[in-house]
């Protein structure tokens, strides 16, 4: 069973840092590529970055550019996204996602982690 | 970059009715990347349906999706209570706004 189990959410002022994960279990990881969507209070689904099945090609949200780093660790079967520089609007539920090649969907989600930027 | 606008807004209907959700693209979108997800509240979205009608794994068959070009429809058949829920087309990076289902 396809499994991605998230950790790392919570509450930081404007500015600051935070770094979620996810922990992938139940298909082989290095050969997908995966990415992160998020979707704040009210509003609707917004992909903010992919990154390709070895890591070498990374893509993001214009919004976030310069600000988060997503990376992964195949030894590990883990994604993590490196937030910095945080905003009020990026206040939203995070996903975890696999994405399937070529179509480009979304197949399996985690279970969300709540990213609130608040001072 | 493309934008799919999806109508309406907002679907009241009730359980045993048809539902028929648009999603429309700004311009021609190859039918292999367009996918529905369905949210509910407290949970993370699911697929649906990929490459426009292939059914993902474990979705009743009363979902079903059509469409090419710029026009596409994500039909459910008889809406059953669980199907009361926010649906959303993507291609590639881009989500539509949404369609919420609710009971009428």
């Known amino acids: 069973e396809v499994q991605l189990l998230q950790s790392g959410g919570g509450l930081v002022q404007p500015g600051g840092s935070l770094r979620l994960s996810c922990a992938a279990s139940?298909?082989?990881?290095?050969?997908?590529?995966m990415g992160w969507i998020r979707q704040a209070p009210g509003k609707g689904l917004e992909w903010v970055s992919v990154?390709?099945?070895?890591?070498?090609?990374?893509y993001y949200t214009d919004s976030v550019k310069g600000r988060f780093t997503i990376s992964r660790d195949n030894s590990r079967n883990t994604l993590s996204l490196q937030m910095n520089s945080l905003r009020v609007e990026d206040t939203a539920v995070y996903y975890c996602?696999?994405?399937?090649?070529?179509?480009?969907?979304?197949?399996?989600w985690g279970q969300g982690i709540l990213v609130t930027v608040s001072s | 970059e493309i934008v799919l606008t999806q109508s309406p807004g907002t679907l009241s209907l009730s359980p045993g009715e048809r539902a028929s959700l648009s999603c429309r693209a700004s311009?021609?979108?190859?039918?292999?990347?367009l996918a529905w997800y369905q949210r509910k509240p407290g949970q993370a979205p699911r697929l649906l349906i990929y490459s426009a009608s292939s059914r993902a794994p474990g979705i009743p068959d009363r979902f079903g999706g059509s469409g090419s070009g710029t026009d596409f429809t994500l039909t459910i058949s008889r809406l059953e209570p669980e199907d009361f829920a926010v649906y959303y087309c993507?291609?590639?990076?881009?989500f539509g706004q949404g369609t919420k289902v609710e009971i009428k």
């Open positions: 990154l390709s099945d070895s890591g070498a090609d990374t």
């Open positions: 993507q291609q590639f990076e881009t």
């Open positions: 311009q021609s979108v190859a039918s292999t990347y």
């Open positions: 996602v696999r994405r399937e090649l070529p179509a480009r969907h979304f197949d399996y």
């Open positions: 139940g298909f082989t990881f290095n050969i997908y590529a």
